[in-house]
């Protein structure tokens, strides 16, 4: 009985201890047990958000994240090896040697950043690498690593990452959406261990969203194969290729050659890195005439069958235009001055136009005005106003010269004949999304204008066919098997921006839709630069036949089964 009291009393006077330490500490002087943990250190961690995917019309991925590691130090631990172990981070991770050093020794921190968005097998090597050695306070944690599964495929168009930030494409127009927002964490640390009781505080990470594009990746593949094949093939500078779905203006593929791989970006030239389909622009040539053609229809000028007596040459105020033929007087209707590519038939025809209602015409086709499809650098072209425009610059763009374009604005122009004479504005984001600069893009606020009437459009679409018939037109090539096709070349001279002259070298296009009497695809190609003679129709209407039938057999459009275009070229 004694023993057992003295026990009680005993246990009495430990917890009566333990009691008197913790009034002392919470209640007289909690500032003191505050100071000591901060004398110890508080490691302050970021919890990294998982960057949202780029994916396909399909929600096939572009763009995503796989698993990485950050690599980072505990600088009370790393202090006394700094040295010899930054030669080893800075050799296996090929980091900065100083910097490292600089962060091993860091004082009174815990937590230094030494690489972010390592592969995890590569920083898992490392990390063995660094213990086999004998190294101490070094450890990782999860950094999604960004990964482009389908590397070439669209790179263009969706960009790449640096180590910390986007430096181009969708990645770094759309980054708000896809970046999401890291998290933190705090944690009290003592003799190099959490303190339990010390300060714990946690911001979870919110993950980005996805952006979800109007790309087919699979067409998309196929497109930059034949546009790099063509560019390789004919020793061009560089090419283009842009299907648009006809109804929607959903651009379904929109390919660049040459590319880069987006897994490598540094592996390519910086003039690669980016959409030439977008930012490059130059003189469309022919292809503008289609638009003329549509304009001069809609305003009650022309019809298809209106009779045009053709010069051999035209002399307007200094200059002469020629055709890109030898002839002398023929005789052609307005189909046979599309069907054979008439400069002069083409001028002698829009004299029936004013400057100010040309103008007036290709603006609305989206000619000189960004289409703002979400791709910085997008250049708007060149379109003399109609008050600006003199004579003789309205002669030269009636035929396509003294304006300039890019391929996708092309793209919307041609396809604006195709959709019965309305224009529907690209897109190159499915629903909506906000650019870097604020600007509003995608499916979901698409726009319709009618440009010209209904009955033009078919017009134009008529005199079209007979671009590519056998008996009539410059590119019997562009034929695709079993459809109706409407088409147009294009053959331009190119400027050189030194000089502001032309430089001798020219940029090759075809731009049309299938079927012709209900259309479902728009496609336009384009070359430049080529190193062997040729035309549109030689060069880029075979590109275009071969793109545009992969597009109808992919998505199985039926032919129409109609017969094609017999209007008169001639009379």
Known sequence: MVRLRFGFILIAMVLSLFGGRLIQLQGIDPRSYAEMAAAEGVEDVVLPASRGEILDRNGEPLAGSVAGRMVVADPDMTHDDAPALATLLSNELGVDYFTVLDRLRAENSHFEYIARRVPATEADRVLALVRERGFRGISLRDDPVRDYPAGEVAANLVGFMGIDEPLAGFERTFDAQLSGTDGRARFTIGNGHRVPLGERSVTKAVDG??????????????VQKVTEETREDYRAESAAAVVMDTRTGDLLAVADAPTFDANDPTASPESDLGSRALSDVYEPGSVQKVLTAAALVDAGKVTARTRIKVPSNLARQDRVINDWFDHGTIRLTMAGVIAKSSNIGTVLAADQLTAPQLADYLSRFGLGRKTNVGVRGESRGLLHSGESMTSQDKDRIAFGQSLSVNAVQMTAAVNTIANGGVRVSPSLVLGQATTDDGTVVGTEVATKERVVSRRAARQTALMMERVVDPE???????????????????????????????DGSFSLSFGGFAPADDPRFTVYVVVHNPGVDGGGGSVAGPVFSRIMGHALSKYRVPPTGSKPSRLPVEW
């Open 209 to 222: 969203q996805p952006l979800r594009t109007t790309i087919d990746r699979d067409l998309q593949w196929f």
């Open 472 to 502: 009539a037109g410059v590119a019997p090539r562009a034929q695709v098997p079993g459809y109706r096709v409407a088409g147009k070349t294009g053959t331009a001279q190119r400027v050189d921006p030194d000089c502001r002259c032309y």
